[in-house]
């Protein structure tokens, strides 16, 4: 099934041209054009998205569940196109791209099964008590309820699972919220076609046509005026420190300040333990660049930092590392820009007073190959820009000289998305030490893993402190994440026939 874009919005149920157009710079295949947002579209959509959230707020979990099922059903009912249109755009391969429809697809699911068994509620009950003395206490119930329309921004990394009906869009439209999207310029085909799909589900359901847009990206003013709007009462992101912490600073500022859920990325540290490293350094080394090297490096969980005890079993790590890593070959990053920024971090590690080069690379236009570099634990102390992400292929192994001084690159760290250690038997005490200090940091902690698998699961957390997100209270991905979109309503002495339906 071939797909040639129509370069269109979606907002409430309409497809709308642009007066401007901007032109994809695909990884191969040929660009085409597409509709340049603007602060109207934005108006006209989150007018759309509240006047369906009288509706869609107050629907029942089966009515929405039955949605995020059939939204599935039409992103699998186009797989083929959904593959080709994102290979060509984003240059991902295409097992990459089938996985991650799965993905995206597994996770609408998820969301439909868990608003079904209604434990996300937090349905509470106080029983009046009004021979209680000295005062009577009233009936009081308590249930979870939905927040109203949420901007949901597109990730130039995940054009499916992060994007258009990606896990923020998932869990809000469980929740009962409408959801305005701005698609990411790096794949506005793709953006089109699962769009297209939430279209198709939401007029076979006959649902209100606000309850989800889509508005191209282009121009950096629909960004800020949709985080702006009034109707809009939360907003999704995934991206770079900079782009979030901008949009962040706009929420607080408005008139009624609302969350911002950004998931900003970070270094991802590992610690390599003694025994785990003398055991098992070279596979530990091995299993680290194929890691750092997935997907061009281009995730937020990409464990950018290796922290070992120096000695002739952490060369025999690094060395691995090194070995294991020069075999990789170009990889075709996701767009010019991301390669460019790659290029300056890079650059600046490189640059880094104390850093050692241990394996050079290229990147040339969008193709990257990797880069290693060594450092002590000394100067990374010394040196806080070295603890700042560099979206790509690049490591950076700390050659601490202590336990003590791993403790002390532990502690300096910022939040982070995750934090792993590599340890055997021998090296649960030190472990054991770390582990106060890790959980601090991140969101995630993992042993004798790699952290570029993000499970979609009720027990994951995909956020940290800042800057690896702006709510450390929040995860992006797993069941938690419809929490974002609710808050809690509580109900005192009223009749049943006024309460929500979920609360009767």
Same mark, same amino acid.
């Given at each position: 099934?071939?797909?040639?874009?129509?370069?269109?919005?979606?907002?409430?149920?309409?497809?709308?041209?642009? #007066?401007?157009?901007?032109?994809?710079?695909? @990884?191969?295949?040929?660009?085409?054009?597409?509709?340049?947002?603007?602060?109207?579209?934005?108006?006209?959509?989150?007018?759309?998205?509240?006047?369906?959230?009288?509706?869609?707020?107050?629907?029942?979990?089966?009515?929405?569940?039955?949605?995020?099922?059939?939204?599935?059903?039409?992103?699998?009912?186009?797989?083929? $196109?959904?593959?080709? /249109?994102?290979?060509?755009?984003?240059?991902?391969?295409?097992?990459?791209?089938?996985?991650?429809?799965?993905?995206?697809?597994?996770?609408?699911?998820?969301?439909?099964?868990?608003?079904?068994?209604?434990?996300?509620?937090?349905?509470?009950?106080?029983? @009046? %008590?009004?021979?209680?003395?000295?005062?009577?206490?009233?009936?009081?119930?308590?249930?979870?309820?939905?927040?109203?329309?949420?901007?949901?921004?597109?990730?130039?990394?995940?054009?499916?699972?992060?994007?258009?009906?990606?896990?923020?869009?998932?869990?809000?439209?469980?929740?009962?919220?409408?959801?305005?999207?701005?698609?990411?310029?790096?794949?506005? !085909?793709?953006?089109?076609?699962?769009?297209?799909?939430?279209?198709?589900?939401?007029?076979?359901?006959?649902?209100?046509?606000?309850?989800?847009?889509? /508005?191209?990206?282009?121009?950096?003013?629909? !960004?800020?005026? %949709?985080?702006?709007?009034?109707?809009?009462?939360?907003?999704? &992101?995934?991206?770079?420190?900079?782009?979030?912490?901008?949009?962040?600073?706009?929420?607080?500022?408005?008139?009624?300040?609302?969350?911002?859920?950004?998931?900003?990325?970070? =270094?991802?540290? *590992?610690?390599?333990?003694?025994?785990?490293?003398?055991?098992?350094? $070279?596979?530990?080394?091995?299993?680290?660049?194929?890691?750092?090297?997935?997907?061009?490096?281009?995730?937020?969980?990409?464990?950018?930092?290796?922290?070992?005890?120096?000695?002739?079993?952490?060369? $025999? &790590?690094?060395?691995?590392?090194?070995?294991? %890593?020069?075999? =990789?070959?170009?990889?075709? *990053?996701?767009? #010019?820009?991301?390669?460019?920024?790659?290029?300056?971090?890079?650059?600046?590690?490189?640059?880094? @007073?104390?850093?050692?080069?241990?394996?050079?690379?290229?990147?040339?236009?969008?193709?990257?190959?990797?880069?290693?570099?060594?450092?002590?634990?000394?100067?990374?102390?010394?040196?806080?820009?070295? !603890?700042?992400?560099?979206?790509?292929?690049?490591?950076?192994?700390?050659?601490?000289?202590?336990?003590?001084?791993?403790?002390?690159?532990?502690?300096?760290?910022?939040?982070?998305?995750?934090?792993?250690?590599?340890?055997?038997?021998?090296?649960?005490?030190?472990?054991?030490?770390?582990?106060?200090?890790?959980?601090?940091?991140?969101?995630?902690?993992?042993?004798?893993?790699?952290?570029?698998?993000?499970?979609?699961?009720?027990?994951?957390?995909?956020?940290?402190?800042?800057?690896?997100?702006?709510?450390?209270?929040?995860?992006?991905?797993?069941? %938690?994440?419809?929490?974002?979109?609710?808050?809690?309503?509580?109900?005192?002495?009223?009749?049943?026939?006024?309460?929500?339906? #979920?609360?009767?």
């Amino acid at each position: 099934m071939s797909f040639t874009p129509h370069g269109k919005h979606l907002i409430a149920g309409e497809w709308v041209a642009g #007066d401007a157009t901007f032109q994809s710079a695909p @990884a191969s295949g040929s660009a085409h054009a597409f509709a340049v947002g603007t602060v109207e579209n934005v108006n006209a959509a989150c007018e759309a998205a509240e006047d369906a959230f009288w509706s869609y707020g107050y629907s029942g979990r089966e009515e929405r569940a039955k949605f995020l099922n059939t939204i599935a059903d039409e992103i699998e009912a186009r797989a083929e $196109a959904i593959t080709q /249109i994102g290979t060509e755009e984003t240059g991902l391969p295409e097992a990459r791209l089938n996985g991650e429809r799965g993905r995206t697809t597994g996770q609408l699911r998820l969301f439909a099964e868990h608003i079904l068994k209604g434990d996300y509620l937090d349905r509470r009950h106080d029983k @009046a %008590l009004p021979d209680r003395q000295p005062l009577p206490r009233p009936d009081l119930k308590m249930v979870q309820r939905p927040i109203g329309p949420v901007a949901v921004f597109g990730a130039s990394n995940f054009p499916l699972a992060f994007s258009t009906a990606g896990g923020d869009t998932a869990a809000a439209l469980a929740a009962g919220c409408p959801v305005v999207v701005k698609g990411h310029s790096a794949h506005p !085909g793709t953006g089109e076609i699962v769009a297209e799909a939430i279209h198709a589900a939401r007029e076979k359901l006959g649902l209100h046509p606000g309850v989800f847009s889509l /508005i191209q990206g282009g121009n950096r003013e629909v !960004g800020s005026a %949709l985080v702006q709007h009034p109707n809009i009462k939360a907003v999704g &992101f995934t991206g770079s420190l900079g782009g979030g912490r901008a949009l962040f600073n706009l929420c607080a500022a408005r008139p009624e300040p609302i969350p911002f859920f950004g998931e900003l990325g970070s =270094v991802n540290p *590992m610690f390599i333990l003694p025994e785990a490293v003398k055991a098992r350094g $070279a596979e530990i080394g091995k299993g680290w660049a194929g890691s750092l090297t997935m997907g061009a490096g281009q995730f937020c969980t990409n464990p950018g930092i290796a922290v070992v005890i120096e000695g002739s079993d952490a060369d $025999a &790590f690094v060395s691995a590392a090194k070995a294991a %890593l020069s075999e =990789v070959g170009p990889q075709t *990053m996701l767009t #010019d820009g991301i390669a460019e920024a790659f290029r300056s971090g890079r650059d600046r590690v490189a640059a880094t @007073a104390g850093v050692q080069e241990l394996l050079t690379s290229t990147c040339d236009l969008r193709n990257a190959t990797p880069n290693l570099y060594e450092t002590t634990g000394e100067n990374w102390l010394a040196n806080h820009e070295l !603890g700042e992400e560099v979206f790509g292929p690049l490591g950076l192994v700390v050659t601490v000289k202590s336990a003590d001084e791993m403790r002390k690159v532990a502690k300096s760290l910022q939040g982070q998305l995750t934090c792993t250690l590599h340890l055997d038997q021998g090296d649960a005490e030190l472990g054991k030490s770390l582990m106060p200090i890790l959980e601090r940091k991140a969101g995630r902690v993992l042993a004798n893993g790699f952290p570029t698998g993000v499970e979609v699961a009720d027990s994951m957390v995909h956020g940290g402190p800042y800057p690896a997100s702006t709510n450390f209270g929040a995860t992006s991905v797993g069941t %938690l994440s419809i929490r974002r979109f609710l808050r809690p309503v509580c109900y005192q002495a009223l009749p049943d026939a006024l309460l929500p339906t #979920d609360l009767q």
